[in-house]
Nanobody, 116 residues
Framework: QVQLVESGGGLVQPGGSLRLSCAASGSIFRINIMGWYRQAPGKEREFVAT???????YYADSVKGRFTISRDNAKNTVYLQMNSLKPEDTAVYYCKIVDTRPYTYWGQGTQVTVSS
């Protein structure tokens, strides 16, 4: 059993910053891809960013230049630094981990609200 625990969400004003964390624990196999997705009210879940075990990084166009994804393999943790936040970034953010078998795991989600 693998558990993903997310933290770092909250309420922030437009232009502000937040840093999300997602730590994996339990019976972890070799982690390949770590990433973040988000789902706004009334919308489908969408891709935000991913980072592979080889260090390849991909971002959605909507967050390029504002968000930075990183990972700490020793801690089985992925981070999302979010700067210059906009109201349209408001969503529940989910982390996703894919191991090499490949099995996929999702976090429970953390709310990010950007509002003045």
């Amino acid at each position: 059993q693998v558990q993903l625990v997310e933290s770092g969400g909250g309420l922030v004003q437009p232009g502000g910053s937040l840093r999300l964390s997602c730590a994996a624990s339990g019976s972890i196999f070799r982690i390949n891809i770590m990433g973040w997705y988000r789902q706004a009210p009334g919308k489908e879940r969408e891709f935000v960013a991913t980072i592979t075990s080889g260090g390849n990084i991909y971002y959605a166009d909507s967050v390029k230049g504002r968000f930075t994804i990183s990972r700490d393999n020793a801690k089985n943790t992925v981070y999302l630094q979010m700067n210059s936040l906009k109201p349209e970034d408001t969503a529940v953010y989910y982390c996703k981990i894919v191991d090499t078998r490949p099995y996929t795991y999702w976090g429970q989600g953390t709310q990010v609200t950007v509002s003045s």
